[in-house]
């Protein structure tokens, strides 16, 4: 995965002007105030369209769609990669997918309702995850979910009411790195793969030929 700062800037600065616009919108009728959440919304987006994610896969809770669907769809929509949301079987899908759009954003997900556990098998070498810990076997998750070894990131949400850590689950393996942030209830962010964003940088030097002529 190659980091693009274009495709980074483009899906921060999108997300960060629909927490600008949405934030106190009371025109759209399906709960935006719980939605947009500029807590780490932008980062998110950011991290994930600057990575050029190709597959994107998101596990919610019984909550439904949440300010991480929101960054991952604009990372989608600027990149073109393919995001699916997977959502609990309770939840109403016309209702996520009119939430989705009052921020023209319904084209750039992929809703689909479920087992997270059974759906999360049908996806090889997933490039982006984004788990919510609210989601009852989230630790299961944890343990079969298929992610791209040569470079892949994968963010856990509210981790502070059930100590989760994905990092633990996979620290025997190489290239792999964890670190926690107190945003919201907490967020983990593990990366598999030495991503390119992150691989040192090798300096060239220009060859110079000189060439001397004789009288």
């Not at 669907?69 to 997918?97: G, S, Y």
């Not at 759009?101 to 098998?121: F, H, K, R, T, W």
């Not at 907490?186 to 110079?208: A, D, H, N, V, Y």
Request: proline share 3%; charged share 25%; with cysteine.
């Amino acid at each position: 995965m190659k980091w693009s700062p274009q495709d980074a800037m483009q899906a921060y600065l999108h997300t960060l002007q629909l927490c600008k616009t949405h934030s106190n919108d009371e025109d759209c009728p399906l709960g935006t105030r719980t939605i947009i959440q500029p807590q780490c919304m932008e980062f998110i987006s950011a991290l994930a369209a600057g990575n050029q994610a190709k597959l994107m896969v998101q596990v919610t809770s019984h909550q439904g769609i949440n300010p991480s669907t929101i960054a991952l769809a604009v990372a989608a929509k600027h990149t073109k990669a393919r995001f699916v949301c997977i959502l609990h079987q309770l939840q109403d899908l016309e209702n996520c997918r009119a939430q989705l759009s009052c921020y023209d954003l319904e084209d750039a997900v992929e809703l689909v309702q479920g087992n997270p556990c059974e759906v999360i098998m049908e996806f090889k070498d997933i490039d982006f995850a984004a788990i919510d810990c609210k989601f009852e076997d989230f630790l299961r998750l944890f343990e079969i979910i298929d992610v791209n070894l040569r470079g892949s990131i994968v963010v856990v949400s509210n981790i502070l009411e059930w100590r989760a850590s994905f990092g633990e689950v996979i620290k025997g393996r190489t290239g792999v790195e964890c670190v926690t942030r107190s945003i919201g209830e907490g967020i983990e962010l593990t990366r598999i793969g030495l991503m390119s964003c992150c691989r040192p940088q090798k300096k060239r030097f220009k060859r110079f030929h000189v060439i001397t002529f004789e009288d």
